[in-house]
Protein backbone atom coordinates (compact mmCIF):
# COMPACT_ATOMS: atom_id res chain seq x y z
CA UNK A 1 0.00 0.00 0.00
CA UNK A 2 1.11 3.34 -1.27
CA UNK A 3 -0.02 5.73 1.95
CA UNK A 4 0.78 8.94 0.42
CA UNK A 5 2.39 10.30 -2.59
CA UNK A 6 3.19 13.79 -1.23
CA UNK A 7 2.53 15.80 -4.58
CA UNK A 8 -1.12 15.65 -3.79
CA UNK A 9 -0.68 18.36 -1.13
CA UNK A 10 -1.00 20.88 -3.97
CA UNK A 11 -4.39 19.61 -4.32
CA UNK A 12 -5.71 20.11 -0.38
CA UNK A 13 -5.05 23.27 -0.72
CA UNK A 14 -8.49 23.61 -1.54
CA UNK A 15 -9.62 22.15 1.35
CA UNK A 16 -10.23 23.64 4.93
CA UNK A 17 -8.54 20.52 6.24
CA UNK A 18 -5.11 22.14 5.87
CA UNK A 19 -6.39 24.46 8.62
CA UNK A 20 -5.86 21.72 10.62
CA UNK A 21 -2.02 20.85 9.40
CA UNK A 22 0.12 21.36 12.39
CA UNK A 23 3.98 22.09 12.12
CA UNK A 24 5.80 19.46 10.28
CA UNK A 25 8.74 21.17 12.30
CA UNK A 26 8.84 18.85 15.52
CA UNK A 27 11.70 21.51 17.12
CA UNK A 28 9.06 24.10 17.51
CA UNK A 29 5.60 23.77 20.06
CA UNK A 30 2.73 22.92 18.29
CA UNK A 31 -0.46 24.79 17.79
CA UNK A 32 -3.62 23.29 19.06
CA UNK A 33 -5.60 21.95 16.29
CA UNK A 34 -8.55 23.77 15.09
CA UNK A 35 -12.04 23.67 14.62
CA UNK A 36 -13.89 23.39 11.29
CA UNK A 37 -17.08 26.31 10.55
CA UNK A 38 -20.52 24.94 9.73
CA UNK A 39 -19.93 26.93 6.54
CA UNK A 40 -17.30 24.68 5.54
CA UNK A 41 -18.65 21.02 5.40
CA UNK A 42 -18.42 19.15 2.94
CA UNK A 43 -20.78 19.54 -0.40
CA UNK A 44 -19.48 17.27 -3.63
CA UNK A 45 -18.32 13.60 -3.85
CA UNK A 46 -15.05 15.61 -5.29
CA UNK A 47 -14.54 17.30 -1.82
CA UNK A 48 -15.23 13.78 0.16
CA UNK A 49 -12.32 12.40 -2.38
CA UNK A 50 -10.05 15.09 -1.42
CA UNK A 51 -10.50 15.27 2.12
CA UNK A 52 -9.62 11.48 1.78
CA UNK A 53 -6.43 11.95 0.49
CA UNK A 54 -6.18 14.52 3.47
CA UNK A 55 -6.49 11.89 5.96
CA UNK A 56 -3.54 9.91 3.99
CA UNK A 57 -2.02 13.16 4.65
CA UNK A 58 -2.22 13.26 8.02
CA UNK A 59 -0.99 9.47 8.76
CA UNK A 60 2.08 10.53 7.07
CA UNK A 61 3.30 13.47 8.81
CA UNK A 62 6.80 12.58 11.02
CA UNK A 63 4.50 12.61 14.46
CA UNK A 64 2.87 9.71 13.06
CA UNK A 65 3.66 6.91 10.50
CA UNK A 66 6.36 9.37 9.61
CA UNK A 67 8.73 7.99 12.09
CA UNK A 68 7.98 9.38 15.80
CA UNK A 69 5.36 6.60 16.47
CA UNK A 70 7.66 3.67 15.77
CA UNK A 71 10.75 5.71 17.05
CA UNK A 72 9.12 6.29 20.29
CA UNK A 73 7.89 2.77 20.64
CA UNK A 74 12.12 1.79 19.46
CA UNK A 75 13.72 4.08 21.95
CA UNK A 76 11.35 4.00 25.12
CA UNK A 77 13.42 2.49 27.87
CA UNK A 78 15.60 0.23 25.19
CA UNK A 79 18.93 0.78 27.24
CA UNK A 80 19.05 -3.34 26.40
CA UNK A 81 19.89 -2.80 22.44
CA UNK A 82 20.38 0.70 21.58
CA UNK A 83 22.87 3.70 22.97
CA UNK A 84 21.35 6.93 22.01
CA UNK A 85 23.58 10.09 22.34
CA UNK A 86 20.85 12.50 20.90
CA UNK A 87 20.20 16.18 22.49
CA UNK A 88 16.59 16.22 21.82
CA UNK A 89 15.41 16.19 25.29
CA UNK A 90 12.02 14.64 24.34
CA UNK A 91 13.75 11.83 23.25
CA UNK A 92 16.15 11.79 25.92
CA UNK A 93 13.49 11.27 28.47
CA UNK A 94 11.94 8.82 26.74
CA UNK A 95 15.01 6.51 26.89
CA UNK A 96 15.32 7.16 29.87
CA UNK A 97 11.73 6.43 30.76
CA UNK A 98 11.35 9.84 32.46
CA UNK A 99 9.27 11.45 30.36
CA UNK A 100 6.80 14.72 31.36
CA UNK A 101 3.42 15.35 30.42
CA UNK A 102 5.11 18.88 28.76
CA UNK A 103 6.75 16.31 25.86
CA UNK A 104 6.63 17.90 22.84
CA UNK A 105 7.12 14.93 21.04
CA UNK A 106 4.28 13.22 22.86
CA UNK A 107 2.42 16.08 22.39
CA UNK A 108 2.84 16.04 18.53
CA UNK A 109 1.68 12.54 18.58
CA UNK A 110 -1.55 13.04 20.14
CA UNK A 111 -2.81 16.28 18.14
CA UNK A 112 -1.48 14.63 14.88
CA UNK A 113 -3.61 11.62 15.79
CA UNK A 114 -6.57 13.19 16.95
CA UNK A 115 -6.09 15.81 13.96
CA UNK A 116 -6.30 12.93 11.50
CA UNK A 117 -9.22 11.13 13.25
CA UNK A 118 -10.90 14.61 12.88
CA UNK A 119 -10.22 14.22 8.87
CA UNK A 120 -11.27 10.97 9.10
CA UNK A 121 -14.48 11.22 11.16
CA UNK A 122 -15.86 14.30 8.34
CA UNK A 123 -15.50 11.83 5.66
CA UNK A 124 -17.48 9.59 7.48
CA UNK A 125 -19.81 12.05 8.02
CA UNK A 126 -20.07 12.95 4.52
CA UNK A 127 -20.57 9.25 2.54
CA UNK A 128 -23.99 10.71 1.42
CA UNK A 129 -22.09 12.80 -0.99
CA UNK A 130 -20.40 9.93 -3.10
CA UNK A 131 -22.78 9.15 -5.33
CA UNK A 132 -20.98 7.95 -8.05
CA UNK A 133 -21.40 4.42 -7.55
CA UNK A 134 -22.11 1.99 -4.66
CA UNK A 135 -18.35 0.54 -5.21
CA UNK A 136 -16.96 3.96 -5.17
CA UNK A 137 -18.90 4.76 -1.35
CA UNK A 138 -17.38 1.52 -0.35
CA UNK A 139 -14.04 1.92 -0.89
CA UNK A 140 -13.71 5.78 0.96
CA UNK A 141 -15.89 4.21 3.69
CA UNK A 142 -13.73 1.21 3.81
CA UNK A 143 -10.59 3.86 3.85
CA UNK A 144 -11.44 6.18 5.95
CA UNK A 145 -12.03 3.45 8.90
CA UNK A 146 -8.98 1.60 7.92
CA UNK A 147 -7.21 4.58 8.96
CA UNK A 148 -9.25 5.90 11.90
CA UNK A 149 -9.13 2.29 13.33
CA UNK A 150 -4.94 2.31 12.20
CA UNK A 151 -4.57 5.80 14.87
CA UNK A 152 -7.16 5.09 17.54
CA UNK A 153 -5.11 1.58 17.66
CA UNK A 154 -1.53 3.57 18.25
CA UNK A 155 -3.29 5.38 20.45
CA UNK A 156 -4.46 3.53 22.87
CA UNK A 157 -0.89 0.97 23.00
CA UNK A 158 0.98 4.05 23.63
CA UNK A 159 -1.34 6.30 26.26
CA UNK A 160 -3.03 3.70 28.29
CA UNK A 161 -2.23 0.56 29.97
CA UNK A 162 -1.68 -2.32 27.64
CA UNK A 163 -3.86 -5.57 27.58
CA UNK A 164 -3.45 -7.87 30.35
CA UNK A 165 -2.66 -4.99 32.41
CA UNK A 166 -5.27 -5.54 34.89
CA UNK A 167 -8.56 -5.14 33.67
CA UNK A 168 -8.61 -3.14 30.18
CA UNK A 169 -12.81 -3.14 30.97
CA UNK A 170 -12.21 -0.44 33.26
CA UNK A 171 -8.63 1.06 32.55
CA UNK A 172 -8.98 4.30 30.98
CA UNK A 173 -8.28 4.33 27.25
CA UNK A 174 -8.13 7.44 25.03
CA UNK A 175 -11.22 9.89 24.19
CA UNK A 176 -12.85 7.74 21.26
CA UNK A 177 -14.62 10.53 18.94
CA UNK A 178 -16.67 9.29 15.76
CA UNK A 179 -17.78 12.17 14.84
CA UNK A 180 -16.27 15.23 12.86
CA UNK A 181 -15.67 18.39 15.38
CA UNK A 182 -16.97 21.30 13.71
CA UNK A 183 -16.73 24.23 16.28
CA UNK A 184 -15.67 23.69 19.83
CA UNK A 185 -17.77 23.79 22.60
CA UNK A 186 -17.90 22.00 26.27
CA UNK A 187 -19.72 18.99 24.33
CA UNK A 188 -16.34 18.45 22.72
CA UNK A 189 -14.56 18.18 26.29
CA UNK A 190 -14.89 14.19 26.61
CA UNK A 191 -13.05 12.06 28.69
CA UNK A 192 -11.50 8.83 28.32
CA UNK A 193 -13.26 5.66 27.45
CA UNK A 194 -12.18 2.43 28.43
CA UNK A 195 -9.06 0.50 27.01
CA UNK A 196 -11.77 -2.10 25.91
CA UNK A 197 -14.29 0.36 24.16
CA UNK A 198 -11.22 1.54 22.09
CA UNK A 199 -9.83 -1.57 21.10
CA UNK A 200 -13.56 -2.98 20.52
CA UNK A 201 -14.04 0.27 17.94
CA UNK A 202 -10.59 -0.17 16.41
CA UNK A 203 -11.59 -4.27 15.96
CA UNK A 204 -15.51 -3.03 14.06
CA UNK A 205 -13.93 -0.05 12.06
CA UNK A 206 -11.15 -2.68 10.77
CA UNK A 207 -13.71 -5.68 10.56
CA UNK A 208 -16.15 -3.30 8.54
CA UNK A 209 -13.03 -2.18 6.63
CA UNK A 210 -12.27 -5.24 5.03
CA UNK A 211 -15.62 -6.28 4.00
CA UNK A 212 -15.72 -2.41 2.18
CA UNK A 213 -12.05 -2.62 0.61
CA UNK A 214 -11.27 -4.13 -2.90
CA UNK A 215 -8.98 -6.14 -3.18
CA UNK A 216 -7.01 -3.90 -5.65
CA UNK A 217 -6.82 -0.37 -4.68
CA UNK A 218 -4.16 1.37 -6.81
CA UNK A 219 -1.78 3.48 -4.28
CA UNK A 220 -4.37 3.06 -1.48
CA UNK A 221 -5.89 0.65 1.33
CA UNK A 222 -7.57 -2.38 0.06
CA UNK A 223 -8.64 -5.09 2.36
CA UNK A 224 -5.61 -6.92 2.86
CA UNK A 225 -3.66 -3.99 4.35
CA UNK A 226 -6.82 -3.93 6.49
CA UNK A 227 -6.59 -7.33 7.35
CA UNK A 228 -2.81 -7.22 7.97
CA UNK A 229 -4.12 -4.55 10.80
CA UNK A 230 -6.94 -7.13 11.90
CA UNK A 231 -4.04 -9.32 12.83
CA UNK A 232 -1.98 -7.39 14.93
CA UNK A 233 -4.66 -6.00 16.72
CA UNK A 234 -5.85 -9.51 17.64
CA UNK A 235 -2.53 -10.59 18.73
CA UNK A 236 -2.37 -7.81 21.05
CA UNK A 237 -5.62 -9.00 22.57
CA UNK A 238 -4.53 -12.82 22.61
CA UNK A 239 -7.06 -13.42 20.24
CA UNK A 240 -5.01 -15.96 18.56
CA UNK A 241 -7.32 -18.05 15.98
CA UNK A 242 -8.40 -14.49 14.60
CA UNK A 243 -4.84 -13.36 14.67
CA UNK A 244 -3.75 -16.33 12.69
CA UNK A 245 -7.09 -16.17 10.57
CA UNK A 246 -6.17 -13.14 9.15
CA UNK A 247 -2.47 -13.22 8.60
CA UNK A 248 -3.48 -16.33 6.39
CA UNK A 249 -6.05 -14.83 4.29
CA UNK A 250 -3.03 -11.54 4.26
CA UNK A 251 -0.40 -14.24 3.20
CA UNK A 252 -2.89 -16.60 0.57
CA UNK A 253 -5.12 -13.77 -1.12
CA UNK A 254 -2.88 -10.78 -1.35
CA UNK A 255 -0.23 -11.63 -4.01
CA UNK A 256 2.57 -10.08 -2.21
CA UNK A 257 5.63 -12.26 -1.84
CA UNK A 258 8.56 -12.00 0.52
CA UNK A 259 11.84 -10.03 -1.09
CA UNK A 260 14.32 -13.14 -1.96
CA UNK A 261 16.73 -11.53 -0.42
CA UNK A 262 16.62 -9.71 3.40
CA UNK A 263 19.04 -6.98 1.90
CA UNK A 264 16.67 -5.90 -0.81
CA UNK A 265 13.92 -4.77 1.61
CA UNK A 266 16.21 -1.39 2.13
CA UNK A 267 17.31 1.22 0.47
CA UNK A 268 14.21 1.67 -1.55
CA UNK A 269 15.45 4.85 -3.12
CA UNK A 270 19.00 4.36 -3.46
CA UNK A 271 19.19 1.12 -4.99
CA UNK A 272 15.66 0.64 -6.59
CA UNK A 273 15.04 4.31 -7.37
CA UNK A 274 12.04 4.63 -5.10
CA UNK A 275 10.41 1.04 -6.08
CA UNK A 276 8.47 0.16 -3.49
CA UNK A 277 9.56 -3.78 -2.49
CA UNK A 278 6.19 -6.49 -3.14
CA UNK A 279 6.58 -7.21 0.58
CA UNK A 280 6.00 -4.24 2.44
CA UNK A 281 1.73 -4.26 2.76
CA UNK A 282 1.42 -1.16 4.75
CA UNK A 283 3.84 1.87 4.25
CA UNK A 284 4.49 5.27 3.85
CA UNK A 285 6.26 6.53 0.72
CA UNK A 286 9.14 8.99 0.59
CA UNK A 287 9.86 11.11 -2.28
CA UNK A 288 13.22 13.17 -2.90
CA UNK A 289 10.63 16.72 -2.86
CA UNK A 290 9.32 15.49 0.63
CA UNK A 291 11.25 13.01 2.24
CA UNK A 292 11.47 13.63 5.97
CA UNK A 293 11.22 10.55 8.05
CA UNK A 294 12.20 10.42 11.79
CA UNK A 295 13.04 6.76 11.03
CA UNK A 296 15.73 8.09 9.29
CA UNK A 297 16.42 10.88 11.20
CA UNK A 298 17.29 9.45 14.23
CA UNK A 299 18.36 5.80 13.15
CA UNK A 300 20.58 6.66 10.58
CA UNK A 301 23.84 8.18 9.97
CA UNK A 302 25.70 9.26 7.05
CA UNK A 303 28.09 6.61 5.22
CA UNK A 304 30.39 8.16 2.83
CA UNK A 305 30.86 5.18 0.72
CA UNK A 306 27.21 5.14 0.45
CA UNK A 307 25.82 8.50 -1.07
CA UNK A 308 22.31 8.88 -0.50
CA UNK A 309 22.42 8.17 3.37
CA UNK A 310 21.68 10.54 6.17
CA UNK A 311 20.69 11.65 10.34
CA UNK A 312 21.53 12.42 13.24
CA UNK A 313 23.20 9.37 14.48
CA UNK A 314 21.54 9.08 17.57
CA UNK A 315 20.87 5.77 17.80
CA UNK A 316 23.29 3.48 18.22
CA UNK A 317 22.82 -0.61 18.26
CA UNK A 318 24.80 -1.86 21.16
CA UNK A 319 26.71 -5.03 20.24
CA UNK A 320 24.86 -7.13 22.32
CA UNK A 321 22.48 -6.91 20.28
CA UNK A 322 23.69 -7.79 17.50
CA UNK A 323 25.76 -10.87 19.25
CA UNK A 324 21.98 -12.51 19.84
CA UNK A 325 22.04 -13.62 15.82
CA UNK A 326 23.39 -16.91 14.64
CA UNK A 327 26.32 -16.86 12.45
CA UNK A 328 25.45 -16.53 9.21
CA UNK A 329 22.19 -14.51 9.57
CA UNK A 330 22.25 -11.77 7.02
CA UNK A 331 20.07 -9.87 9.25
CA UNK A 332 23.27 -10.30 11.62
CA UNK A 333 25.13 -8.76 8.56
CA UNK A 334 22.82 -6.24 7.86
CA UNK A 335 24.32 -3.26 11.04
CA UNK A 336 27.23 -1.37 9.73
CA UNK A 337 29.78 0.47 11.24
CA UNK A 338 30.75 3.81 11.23
CA UNK A 339 33.22 5.82 13.52
CA UNK A 340 33.30 3.23 15.90
CA UNK A 341 29.79 2.36 16.50
CA UNK A 342 27.27 0.37 14.95
CA UNK A 343 24.20 1.24 13.22
CA UNK A 344 21.18 -0.86 11.45
CA UNK A 345 21.03 -0.47 7.52
CA UNK A 346 16.73 -0.28 7.75
CA UNK A 347 16.95 3.45 7.84
CA UNK A 348 20.27 4.63 6.42
CA UNK A 349 18.89 5.64 3.14
CA UNK A 350 17.06 9.09 3.27
CA UNK A 351 14.24 8.91 0.89
CA UNK A 352 14.08 5.60 1.67
CA UNK A 353 9.96 4.12 2.34
CA UNK A 354 9.01 3.24 5.49
CA UNK A 355 7.31 -0.01 6.53
CA UNK A 356 4.41 0.06 9.06
CA UNK A 357 3.58 -3.75 8.06
CA UNK A 358 5.67 -6.57 6.16
CA UNK A 359 4.52 -9.82 4.77
CA UNK A 360 6.95 -11.72 7.00
CA UNK A 361 5.33 -9.75 10.13
CA UNK A 362 2.31 -12.23 8.71
CA UNK A 363 4.37 -15.48 8.69
CA UNK A 364 5.36 -14.47 12.21
CA UNK A 365 2.37 -13.70 13.46
CA UNK A 366 0.64 -17.06 11.62
CA UNK A 367 3.31 -19.12 13.50
CA UNK A 368 2.68 -17.90 16.87
CA UNK A 369 -1.38 -18.19 16.79
CA UNK A 370 -0.97 -21.65 15.49
CA UNK A 371 1.70 -22.69 17.84
CA UNK A 372 -0.42 -21.07 20.77
CA UNK A 373 -4.20 -22.73 19.44
CA UNK A 374 -2.21 -25.77 18.69
CA UNK A 375 -3.48 -25.74 15.49
CA UNK A 376 -2.43 -25.04 11.76
CA UNK A 377 -4.37 -22.41 10.04
CA UNK A 378 -2.50 -21.80 6.78
CA UNK A 379 0.64 -23.81 7.37
CA UNK A 380 2.34 -25.25 10.19
CA UNK A 381 4.50 -22.98 13.17
CA UNK A 382 7.33 -25.06 11.82
CA UNK A 383 6.99 -24.27 7.84
CA UNK A 384 6.79 -21.16 8.39
CA UNK A 385 9.63 -20.13 10.85
CA UNK A 386 11.61 -22.21 8.57
CA UNK A 387 10.26 -19.84 5.81
CA UNK A 388 11.75 -16.56 7.35
CA UNK A 389 14.69 -18.48 8.28
CA UNK A 390 15.48 -19.85 4.74
CA UNK A 391 14.96 -15.99 3.66
CA UNK A 392 18.45 -15.33 5.85
CA UNK A 393 20.19 -17.82 4.90
CA UNK A 394 19.56 -19.94 8.18
CA UNK A 395 19.10 -23.71 8.34
CA UNK A 396 16.20 -24.93 8.99
CA UNK A 397 14.57 -26.20 12.46
CA UNK A 398 13.44 -29.37 12.85
CA UNK A 399 11.10 -28.79 15.58
CA UNK A 400 10.05 -25.79 16.78
CA UNK A 401 9.48 -23.64 20.38
CA UNK A 402 7.85 -21.03 21.52
CA UNK A 403 11.09 -19.11 22.28
CA UNK A 404 12.38 -20.26 18.86
CA UNK A 405 9.30 -18.39 17.13
CA UNK A 406 9.59 -15.16 19.17
CA UNK A 407 13.44 -14.90 18.76
CA UNK A 408 12.49 -14.77 14.59
CA UNK A 409 10.30 -11.97 15.24
CA UNK A 410 12.61 -10.22 17.25
CA UNK A 411 15.56 -10.48 14.83
CA UNK A 412 13.43 -9.63 11.84
CA UNK A 413 11.30 -6.88 12.96
CA UNK A 414 14.12 -5.34 15.54
CA UNK A 415 14.30 -1.23 14.76
CA UNK A 416 11.12 -1.17 12.76
CA UNK A 417 8.74 0.26 15.81
CA UNK A 418 7.78 -3.04 17.58
CA UNK A 419 10.57 -3.29 20.88
CA UNK A 420 8.17 -1.81 23.78
CA UNK A 421 4.56 -2.64 22.54
CA UNK A 422 6.57 -6.54 22.42
CA UNK A 423 7.76 -6.55 25.79
CA UNK A 424 4.77 -5.42 26.98
CA UNK A 425 2.62 -7.96 24.97
CA UNK A 426 5.28 -10.32 25.97
CA UNK A 427 5.26 -9.25 29.90
CA UNK A 428 9.12 -9.02 29.61
CA UNK A 429 11.16 -7.04 31.24
CA UNK A 430 12.45 -2.74 29.53
CA UNK A 431 16.06 -2.20 31.04
CA UNK A 432 15.53 -2.13 34.77
CA UNK A 433 11.29 -1.75 34.07
CA UNK A 434 8.97 -4.14 34.77
CA UNK A 435 6.54 -4.13 31.34
CA UNK A 436 4.06 -2.60 33.13
CA UNK A 437 5.62 0.55 34.81
CA UNK A 438 3.90 3.73 34.57
CA UNK A 439 6.86 4.87 33.12
CA UNK A 440 6.39 3.13 29.98
CA UNK A 441 3.20 4.90 29.11
CA UNK A 442 2.80 7.95 27.59
CA UNK A 443 1.51 10.93 28.96
CA UNK A 444 -1.50 12.59 28.55
CA UNK A 445 -0.03 16.27 27.37
CA UNK A 446 -0.58 18.78 29.72
CA UNK A 447 -1.79 21.02 27.27
CA UNK A 448 -4.58 18.62 26.83
CA UNK A 449 -5.46 18.46 30.59
CA UNK A 450 -5.26 22.04 31.00
CA UNK A 451 -8.13 22.87 28.96
CA UNK A 452 -10.32 19.18 29.23
CA UNK A 453 -11.10 18.74 33.17
CA UNK A 454 -12.49 15.62 32.04
CA UNK A 455 -9.61 13.60 31.10
CA UNK A 456 -7.59 11.74 33.57
CA UNK A 457 -4.09 11.81 33.59
CA UNK A 458 -1.82 8.57 33.93
CA UNK A 459 0.51 7.52 37.34
CA UNK A 460 3.28 9.00 37.38
CA UNK A 461 2.64 12.27 35.76
Known amino acids: MKSIYHNYKGYLIILVFLLLQISCDKRLDILPYQSISSDKALLTENDVLGTLIGCYDGIQQTQLYGGDIMVFNDLTGNSDNILFTGTFAELTDAYNASMTAGNIMTTG ?9 NRCNTVL ?3 DKVTSSPDTKNRVEGEALFLRASIYFELVRLFAKFYGDGDYAINPGVPLILTPTTEISDQNYVSRKTVKEVYDQVLADLEKAETLLPDFNQKYANKWVAAAQLSRVNLMLERYDDAASAADRVIAGSGKELSPQFK ?14 EEYIFYIKMTNQDGINDLNTFFGTTIESIQGTGGRSDCKVIESHIDRYEDGDARKAFFM ?3 GNQYTQKHLDTYGDVPIIRLAEMYLTRAEANFRQGTIVGASPLDDINTIRDRVDLAPLSTVTLDDILKERSHELAFEGHYLIEAKRLKLAVGTLPWNSSKLI ?6 EMDVNKNLEQNEGY
Not at 111 to 117: L, R
Open 264 to 277: DLWYTYINFGGVTP
Open 125 to 127: SAL
Open 109 to 117: IWVAGYNTI
Open 442 to 447: LPIPQR
Open 337 to 339: ESG
